[in-house]
């Protein structure tokens, strides 16, 4: 191609080819519509919006539950349930920094948000065996589950500590708490049963030590209606094992049920001769007392410290056996121990027992100045005047058991009464066994100092001369003893013929005592005329002529 052909301005070269270039002609652009598919991709993200902020609107408030171990406890799997319904679940386990319990993170739902407060409990329920029965048999085949005890409380919480033991009572159950004081627990645990009248109506819902360590507290919740017949004037007793009593009216067993013999129990009830007085409040405090005749008594006073001091053997004599005086316990034991009298290098046993002198049923004095004590104290010094003395006496044959006896004894030596010693030393007396005991050994002292080797060595000496005396005797008097006893042979015959009845002195004796027996009653007539006739004497008989 030539350079004029290529040129396109060339103005003297053109054709029928070379037109004008049209004007282009503006045109709106049509909208644009969206496909079909991607209507699908939309409708899906719209619906996974609304199911997570459904989700966030529906959760509740994510806690913390801390639990000695994760028995029982899967994360995604265990629920949190309040009255078997579900109102949270387990998200995560985590371990301790210590490794010395477990954190358990739970997601409560929106509606269980008022059970995260600070008042709440939390439990894991599995199959239990306890005093109160067993529990959680649902979960062998449902798997273990977080139990609630919804809080009252209004302050929110987000850690909890979770309970090794489902709580005896949880805060939708009506009743009244109260507490019992006692020297020990007994067979009591957290479950046992509280009853009133034979039938239960409570349960014992916690036990503690005393601060100072001198008893125990036990926590008891009475179920209501029962709870109404709990006043100020009700008593407490252990009801605890088997109650065998053997007296006058036969042997008697008492006790609550079959389930206090083995897991123990308490039982309370107000004295008949009592009114209840009026409704004890929540958390009111009783005594407990170890059985049903100490919870009865009527309340004693202040006790009275008396030492005993004993020459005798205290085996068979227990801290807590009874001061008894003619059949009424006036006190017990309170310690027994040794105390050694340097003067007489001998011991003796100290015994320091309470006594109530309100059990005597009287008044000691009027004089309302002078303090009870002291005027049990006067009272005391006047009765050991009287002869009143301590004294151990067998309680029971077969174990042996002793308690102190309070008795008179008139003959009893004078004894000295310090009213002014602390505690007051009252006197004894040995008992009848110990007294025979000490006869017995006087008796044994006595016959160890006889001496048997020389009364022996005497009698054999005395034995010899007898048998001498007897040779002697056999040997020279013999033969005069043989002519005496030939001589008084012969005085017996004699005597014999003399008495026979056909001897002639028998025949005079007979005709003298015929003689004898007419002239008696001659005499015998003679003397019953002359009683008819007294003037015989002088004039004779009327019939005989002058």
Excluded: C
Excluded at 406 to 426: G, K
């Amino acid at each position: 191609m030539t350079e004029s052909e290529a040129s396109p301005t060339h103005p003297t070269r053109g054709s029928a080819a070379s037109a004008v270039i049209p004007t282009p002609v503006l045109q709106k652009r049509a909208r644009w519509m969206p496909s079909l598919v991607w209507l699908v991709p939309i409708l899906a993200a719209l619906v996974g919006l609304s199911l997570v902020v459904r989700a966030l609107l529906d959760r509740g408030p994510a806690i913390t539950i801390q639990f000695r171990t994760a028995e029982g406890i899967e994360a995604g799997k265990t629920k949190v349930k309040y009255k078997n319904v579900d109102i949270g679940e387990v998200k995560t386990i985590t371990l301790s920094k210590d490794l010395s319990y477990v954190h358990v993170k739970v997601e409560l739902s929106k509606q269980a948000q008022r059970f995260a407060v600070e008042d709440t409990r939390f439990w894991v329920v599995r199959p239990r065996v306890a005093a109160s029965g067993v529990s959680g048999l649902n979960t062998l085949l449902s798997g273990a589950y977080i139990g609630v005890d919804a809080g009252r409380s209004t302050h929110e919480q987000r850690e909890f500590i979770g309970l090794e033991t489902p709580p005896a009572v949880t805060g939708d159950q009506k009743g009244h708490p109260f507490v019992l004081y006692g020297d020990k627990v007994g067979s009591l645990d957290i479950g046992a049963p509280v009853y009133y009248r034979n039938l239960p109506v409570g349960r014992v819902v916690a036990i503690q030590l005393d601060p100072d360590g001198t008893g125990v507290a036990v926590r008891i919740f009475v179920d209501a209606p029962y709870d109404q017949y709990v006043g100020m004037n009700t008593r407490f007793w252990h009801a605890s094992g088997i109650d065998l009593r053997l007296d006058a009216s036969g042997l008697k067993l008492n006790t609550q049920s079959l389930v206090t013999m083995m897991l123990g129990g308490i039982a309370f009830q107000t004295p008949p001769d009592q009114a209840r007085g009026r409704a004890a409040p929540n958390n009111a405090r009783f005594h407990l007392a170890a059985d049903e005749a100490e919870a009865m008594r009527a309340p004693d006073g202040a006790p009275l410290r008396i030492l005993l001091n004993f020459d005798q053997s205290l085996r068979g004599l227990s801290i807590g056996a009874p001061v008894d005086f003619r059949g009424i316990a006036l006190g017990e034991v309170e310690s027994i121990g040794i105390d050694y009298i340097p003067d007489r290098t001998t011991v003796r046993m100290p015994v320091i027992v309470k006594l109530y002198p309100s059990r005597l049923g009287m008044r000691l004095h009027k004089a309302q100045h002078t303090p009870a004590l002291q005027r049990s104290s006067q009272l005391l010094a006047t009765l050991v005047k009287n002869g009143l003395r301590a004294q151990l006496r067998s309680g029971n044959l077969l174990t042996g058991q002793l308690y102190v006896a309070l008795d008179f004894f008139p003959n009893a030596a004078p004894a000295r009464f310090d009213l002014a010693r602390a505690p007051l030393e009252l006197p004894t007396m040995p008992n009848a066994l110990d007294q025979l005991q000490q006869q017995m050994a006087d008796i044994a002292r006595k016959i160890d100092r006889v001496p048997f080797d020389k009364i022996g060595t005497n009698l054999n000496d005395a034995l010899e001369n007898a048998t001498r005396l007897f040779k002697d005797l056999d040997s020279q008097l013999a033969p005069q003893a043989k002519d005496t006893l030939q001589a008084a042979q012969k005085t017996f015959d004699a005597a014999h013929a003399m008495l026979q009845q056909d001897a002639p002195i028998q025949a005079d004796s007979r005709r003298a005592l015929t003689a004898l027996t007419r002239a008696l009653r001659s005499l015998s007539s003679l003397a019953e005329y002359l009683e008819r006739h007294p003037e015989a004497l002088l004039r004779g008989k009327s019939e005989d002529k002058p």
